[in-house]
């Protein structure tokens, strides 16, 4: 049930862009993207709701695909900041309420 | 006020010791929840409480105890763990089912010795 992210890992270069998905087998609810920075907790940077949704602010982006199956994020323009671990989650209607679970991480690096 | 603070930031504790991890918000969030995330890993799901009740318990061992004594409050007492325990711990709280995300506390450092 853990939504699988791709790819595991990515090095940029400050100004290169990256794209980082999120796939699951099952049409997901939603789809949350966070960051996490080493020994911080994980930022909420945004969620879709929608198959076909699209949105995003500044130069960080992401789109849900009409069968909600399937999210990317996009990082235009790549910061220093942009350095950390990504995640995708979702939330999974069981037991009469819903749980959030993680997908398997996505680590990339800014280099200058 | 739009944070989750956890207390302590680090924890050393023995196996036999008796600890308790605190997290408060007062974002007026109704959903709170225990996450364990080891190194290089995702978070992992442990307890979920909805208006105070725990809901979800992700068959967690009994030495992990979580208590709601409000709405704003969420503990997680410890006793007698394992060093295969060590990891961090969030703690996190959102707006009903969470469709308008999550809000994380920076997290326990705990290691077992």
């Known amino acids: 049930q853990q939504p699988v992210q791709s790819p595991q890992a990515v090095i940029l270069r400050e100004g290169e862009d990256a794209v980082i998905n999120c796939s699951s087998s099952k049409a997901l609810y939603s789809v949350h993207w966070y960051r996490q920075k080493h020994g911080e907790a994980p930022v909420f940077l945004m969620i879709?709701?929608?198959?076909?949704e699209q949105k995003g602010h500044d130069k960080i982006s992401a789109s849900f695909n009409e069968k909600k199956q399937q999210s990317s994020l996009y990082l235009t323009a790549s910061q220093l900041s942009y350095s950390g671990t990504y995640f995708c989650?979702?939330?999974?209607?069981?037991?009469?309420?819903?749980?959030?679970?993680f997908g398997t991480g996505t680590r990339l690096k800014v280099l200058a | 006020d739009t944070e989750v603070t956890q207390t302590p930031k680090h924890l050393v504790m023995g196996m036999t010791n008796k600890k308790s991890l605190k997290c408060e918000q007062h974002m007026g969030h109704r959903a709170m929840y225990w996450y364990k995330q080891k190194a290089k890993k995702p978070p992992e799901l442990m307890f979920v409480?909805?208006?105070?009740?725990?809901?979800i318990n992700e068959s967690v061992p009994s030495r992990f105890s979580p208590e709601c004594p409000n709405s704003s409050l969420l503990n997680l007492h410890l006793h007698a763990l394992q060093p295969e325990d060590s990891a961090l711990y969030l703690c996190?709280?959102?707006?009903?089912?969470?469709?308008?995300?999550?809000?994380f506390g920076s997290g326990t450092r705990l290691t077992v010795v």
């Open positions: 879709l709701l929608k198959g076909g």
């Open positions: 989650g979702t939330a999974i209607f069981t037991s009469g309420t819903y749980k959030y679970i």
């Open positions: 409480y909805s208006y105070e009740k725990l809901s």
């Open positions: 996190a709280s959102s707006h009903g089912q969470g469709t308008r995300g999550y809000t």
